[in-house]
């Protein structure tokens, strides 16, 4: 078999999202005809709660290396892990590389600077590179317009140091398309140089089957009887938040029609750990349906504790933003667990085909912030035939045929094919 390495700082048993690119593709790599060796830094330097149920999630015999980290300052000038280990990660990684004749090396960030590994290494060892995406890294984020700001400088840092990163990269992969077209535009005369891919995170229906041997229950809220209870798990996109403003505005219209019906957002917080970093009861204050139809749990809680509160819930609330990048697997998430979905999303989203034609939820779709009157106009009617559709709801006449394409294992065959497209 052929051997890639993948430097990813943060791994099992890190609770952060990012962690699941990795263990996902390392698990079903074997079967591509890739052996994969993560090289990872030594948990006991993470920050976040750890989640030690996450590495049950592996495979028994995934080899994974760890080194270590600088410690966090007091005062915290220094937190990315990618910064902290950077040097170590480098050094053993050539260290393998050498020894053992790795055939790739694969770098998907954040962390974004240990990017700039890939280029090192391939200087000193010649190996071939590769740079995944999973969040843009020169992005608009908000306040990044206020010169001088903490964002301003992140933006302008990121400018400086991704064409050093990526110049002598093989292949770079997104979650989503739209994660780096940004990259082809701003480097539009190396990037011809490239391969891309596109491949949103895969669904595991394994991690779904885990829950089963766990002894947890869910605890950020009880099943009531009559009560209809739709979960949210995860971040807040950055322009979700007008698409959240309008549907509130509608539930607040017809309030009576929710009298039975509860919203639970679980880990939107401002800060993975920050219990009280509320995003959205404020906004859920404004219009008085804080704790009687909008709850929020900011805390970012353990992976599989969010799958079985998707299994106690009634439903799935998918929630897009402006922006058209809102992606299949992210549903497939959803249809895995079970559970009817309602989803609001921008109409170019390539998860609005998918979800209506799997049967699997209902769909209120819109085009961007010229639209968002619509919402606040349709919600509450398309809300209401989203109730009724879930008394005729069957999981299993879900064609889910149609979210093949977007299991982990499928999304792994694609990575290993775009790399065979270049290596020997």
Known sequence: MKKILIISPHFPPSNLAAVHRSRLFAQHLPDFGWEPVILTVDEKFYEEKLDYNLEKLLPENLRVEKVKAFGVTKPR?????????????YKKAKQLIIQEQFDFLYIPIPSFYVALIGRWLNKSTGIKYGIDYIDPWVHNFPGSEKILSRHWLSKKFAEILE??????????TGVAEGYYNGVIERNKKISKNFVFGAMP???????HDKIKELDTKPYL???QTGKIQLVYAGAML??????????????????????????????????????????????????????????EYPQRIPYLDVLIHLNNADGVFILGSTEPHYTPSKVYQGILS??????????NSSAVKVLKESGGGIVLDFNGENEIDLIKNTFSLTFNNYLTFINTFDKNKINTKIFEQYSAKNITEKLALLINSFID
């Open 201 to 207: 995170y895969g669904g595991e229906k394994t991690d």
């Open 238 to 295: 950055p322009k979700a938040y007008t698409v959240l403003e309008a549907i509130f505005q509608s539930i607040t219209e017809n309030v009576a029609m929710y009298k039975n019906v509860e919203f639970h957002f679980i880990g939107t917080g401002k800060t993975p750990n920050d219990p009280v970093g509320y995003n959205i009861k404020g906004l859920a204050e404004k219009y008085g349906l804080w704790q009687t139809v909008i709850f």
């Open 163 to 172: 064409p050093i990163a990526i110049k002598k990269a093989s292949l770079i």
């Open 338 to 347: 079970g559970k009817p979905i309602f989803a609001v999303l921008h109409k």
């Open 221 to 223: 809220f009880t099943k």
């Open 77 to 89: 000038l220094v937190g990315d892990i990618g910064l902290r280990g950077f040097f170590q990660l």
